[in-house]
């Protein structure tokens, strides 16, 4: 049973559109990061967030921490082929628990 | 700086054999955690340790595998003897401290036949 859930498992658009992935938990975290991992390569962190309600940005990505800190969002906004990885949450109760990740493809 | 450096990159071997993967953390990192990566069950922390003391091991599967630090620069995580529903990939991680994000290597990738 994981800890965390992310929803969908798939996602499979377009160039230019958007999307939204989701990480889902019963548990408090006292953080949670997101990463994004490419094929034959290990996970790379692309954000972390603390406080409940908290948005941060980076570039075309948007991530959102629940303001009970259960739960988190990543949305992108025009997506590129280079967005296309598995993206994967990670709640901090004192170890990183991970998430099963969301296969996202991007295509041309 | 290198970045956590896992070898092999592969593994095949018949199940019964003894496997060795190895870890060289980035340099002043205080924590290692050991992963295993598989569709079914995503990825599962197995041990991790802090300034080459074992912490957390509730993530080993069973006897079977065992993880040492003998130094900072360095660690193993063994599986002997090995099965075939060891196959997966396997991350090795590191980070400057408890709250600091983890840096991974590129796994090694472990097929057990």
């Known amino acids: 049973t994981q800890l965390l859930e992310q929803s969908p498992q798939f996602l499979s658009i377009q160039e230019g559109e958007n999307l939204t992935v989701y990480c889902n938990s019963s548990?408090?975290?006292?953080?949670l990061q997101w990463y994004r991992q490419e094929p034959g390569e290990g996970p790379v962190l692309l954000v972390t967030v603390v406080t409940g309600g908290e948005v941060k940005k980076l570039k075309r990505l948007t991530f959102q921490f629940g303001d009970a800190r259960k739960d988190s969002s990543l949305h992108i906004t025009a997506a590129q082929p280079g967005d296309t990885g598995l993206y994967l949450c990670?709640?901090?109760?004192?170890?990183?628990?991970f998430g099963a990740g969301t296969t996202v493809t991007v295509r041309a | 700086d290198a970045g956590v450096i896992q070898s092999p990159r592969h593994e095949v071997t018949e199940m019964g054999q003894e496997v060795t993967l190895r870890c060289k953390p980035i340099s002043g990192h205080d924590y290692l955690f050991w992963y295993r990566q598989t569709m079914m069950r995503g990825l599962e922390l197995l041990i991790y340790f802090n300034n080459n003391v074992p912490i957390d091991d509730s993530g080993m599967p069973e006897d079977r595998f065992s993880a040492k630090m003998p130094n900072a620069s360095f660690s193993t995580l063994k599986i002997q003897p090995s099965e075939p529903r060891d196959s997966a990939v396997y991350f090795c991680?590191?980070?400057?401290?408890?709250?600091?994000?983890?840096?991974f290597g590129n796994g090694t990738r472990l097929t057990v036949t």
């Open positions: 991680a590191s980070s400057l401290n408890r709250f600091s994000p983890l840096h």
């Open positions: 548990s408090v975290f006292s953080s």
């Open positions: 990670a709640g901090d109760d004192y170890k990183l628990s």
